[in-house]
């Protein structure tokens, strides 16, 4: 849990957690967990892979956990955090008749954020050429009318397009530099798609989409041959 501290730092960034009139929820372990630097964490083991999992925050729709796992097996052990579920309950423990809700997938994502900056990119290319064309076609016509103040309706021309540029450049940077920075964020600091020969281990946190209508739940992470589970209760606060 090494960049932990940076990573929750970053992932408010991201999120954000607003709305006055919103309900929120925490989550508890459902089953033996122990504590550990104040966040309780359930491990689980077998022959082919040692695992623990602690719910570390949530934003206003998703869960964050942090995930380690270790390979015991001389097998190749493929993660992927995409193929990480949950199956929700209600207060009977009786499951609720939904599809299975899956983790947020980091490949996705990082596809999404390049799509936008290109888009942004593309938007600020136009934006910055109609900017000029019509600088331009209104200082034509202010040359060309029969009036006497050409001088100062042409300053005022070069005034409006400069604080246009500025603004449109300022925004621009402002956007890129925001998508630039979930990118990064979605890159280094979440949980990839990862292969573990024996003994290598990885951590890195999860997202998971919240179904408020859930009591409790079971989070399903498979581990190449072997699928950890993981219980906790959902509280609403």
């Known amino acids: ?35 550990e630097m104040g966040r309780n964490v359930i491990e689980k083991e077998d022959d082919f892979a040692l695992s623990a999992l602690s719910f570390e925050d949530k934003t206003d729709k998703e869960f964050m956990f942090y995930l380690y796992v270790q390979n015991k097996n001389q097998e190749t052990l493929l993660l992927d955090p995409k193929t990480i579920y949950v199956k929700v309950y209600d207060e009977n423990k009786k ?15 990082i596809y999404i954020l390049n799509k936008n900056i290109q888009e942004r ?27 006497n103040n050409d001088a100062e309706e042409v300053l005022e021309n070069v005034v409006i397009f400069t604080g246009n540029h500025i603004g ?53 992470i498979p581990l190449g041959k072997t699928v950890h589970t993981y219980k906790f209760q959902q509280i609403a606060s």
């Open 1 to 35: 849990m090494k960049t932990l501290t940076k990573t929750l730092i970053l992932s408010f960034l991201i999120f954000g957690l607003t709305n006055c009139g919103t309900t929120y929820f925490t989550l508890d372990p459902d089953e033996d967990s122990k504590l």
């Open 95 to 109: 499951q609720i008749d939904v599809p299975k809700i899956y983790a947020v997938d980091p490949e996705e994502q």
């Open 121 to 147: 990119e593309t938007e600020h290319d136009v934006a910055t050429g109609l900017n000029i064309v019509f600088s331009l076609f209104n200082t034509v016509a202010d040359l060309t009318d029969n009036d």
């Open 168 to 220: 449109e450049k300022i925004d621009y940077e402002n956007d890129i530099d925001y998508l630039k920075s979930q990118k990064s964020y979605w890159k280094n600091e979440v949980l990839r798609k990862t292969e573990l020969e024996e003994n290598e281990d990885i951590g890195g946190i999860f997202y998971m989409p919240i179904n408020p209508n859930a009591k409790f739940l079971k989070i399903y």
